[in-house]
């Protein structure tokens, strides 16, 4: 099986600064990779989804932004940060069926 | 388009008694369907699927998931409630063929177990 892998674990940063959270993921070859935003320990928002390097396709038009410049990693990424974008930031690999998510980023935007 | 629906935010079991999760969808075509479960602060884990053939799913920690096309159901069950297994439940769909690979994931059902 997969193992999805993020970093930082949490994570606290003042409005307006830069933001870069990375996930890589062991045991697959070009997975689809996504990530997904949950608020207030509840329901998924899907932000961005790779097919491929290089790949992305964008769910929610914000101020956030994603790459994938190798194969099993996958960036968010934000110049400015907002107080709307504290949250539970999690990434997820899929092959053909499941998912397999990472632990998570805990973001809080001060 | 898909869509599932999670009726219940809470469900209360107390330890020992039969649980359910009620888990609802709708896809155009032949739908894949899994349940999640997620800890306080952590990811979510994969606990089952249904793909095809049998309509009673088993899956982790005693967990099981019967597929009912005509009420277009996959409702989590498990015989025995354990407080251990207190937790957030996501139920997902996906089409199976012709679509989106993208899964819909419901709003969730925190599941508490009392002692």
């Known amino acids: 099986s997969q193992t999805i892998h993020q970093w930082p674990a949490t994570l606290v940063q003042p409005v307006g600064s830069p933001l870069s959270l990375e996930c890589t993921v062991e045991?697959?070859?070009?997975?689809?990779l996504y990530w997904y935003r949950q608020a207030a320990g509840r329901g998924l928002q899907l932000l961005f989804y790779?097919?491929?390097?290089?790949?992305i396709s964008s769910e929610v038009p914000q101020n956030l932004s994603a790459s994938r410049p190798q194969d099993r990693q996958f960036i968010l990424s934000s110049k400015k940060l907002l107080l709307s974008d504290s949250g539970f930031y999690l990434c997820?690999?899929?092959?053909?069926?499941?998912?397999?998510f990472g632990p998570g980023t805990r973001l809080t935007v001060t | 388009a898909q869509s599932v629906a999670q009726p219940e935010d809470q469900v209360n079991v107390a330890e020992g008694n039969p649980l359910t999760v009620k888990c609802t969808y709708s896809?155009?075509?032949?739908?894949?369907l899994f349940w999640y479960v997620q800890y306080p602060n952590r990811g979510l884990q994969f606990l089952l699927k249904?793909?095809?053939?049998?309509?009673l799913v088993k899956g982790s920690y005693g967990f099981e998931a019967e597929f009912n096309k005509s009420q277009t159901s996959f409702h989590l069950k498990k015989p025995s409630a354990l407080v251990s297994d207190s937790a957030l439940y996501f139920c997902?769909?996906?089409?199976?063929?012709?679509?989106?690979?993208?899964?819909?994931f419901g709003r969730g059902t925190s599941l508490i177990v009392h002692p």
């Open positions: 997820a690999s899929q092959d053909d069926y499941e998912q397999y």
């Open positions: 045991g697959t070859s070009n997975p689809n």
């Open positions: 790779s097919v491929g390097i290089g790949q």
């Open positions: 896809v155009s075509g032949n739908p894949y």
């Open positions: 249904y793909i095809t053939g049998d309509n």
């Open positions: 997902a769909v996906r089409v199976s063929a012709g679509g989106s690979y993208i899964p819909t």
